[in-house]
């Protein structure tokens, strides 16, 4: 309807319609997951979980003069970065 009123107001030949119309469409069905990656994402959070024991104890247990935080924050921060980047790619 838009495109008859523009011609209209433009007063153009009706040369380029046929372009104006889809004439294919094409569906791709999005790639699943790998189970080995996923593996790999469980392997690490687990590491990681078991680095922040080892640091929370090491600070308690030598009375180093930083808080835990320090350390375990950024190396949370980053395993939830590099997590959500796999799960949230399209």
Not at 1 to 12: E, G, N
Not at 43 to 58: G, R
Not at 72 to 77: A, D, E, G, K, R
Request: glycine content about 2%; overall charge positive; charged content about 15%.
């Amino acid at each position: 309807m838009f495109a008859d009123l523009f011609q209209l107001k433009t007063r153009r030949s009706p040369d380029g319609i046929d372009q104006a119309f889809v004439t294919e469409v094409h569906i791709s069905r999005p790639v699943p997951r790998n189970p080995r990656v996923e593996k790999v994402i469980l392997i690490c959070w687990s590491l990681i979980a078991v680095k922040h024991v080892a640091v929370i104890w090491a600070v308690h247990h030598y009375a180093i003069p930083f808080h835990q935080l320090w350390i375990n924050v950024p190396t949370f921060m980053l395993g939830l970065l590099a997590t959500a980047a796999y799960y949230w790619k399209e």
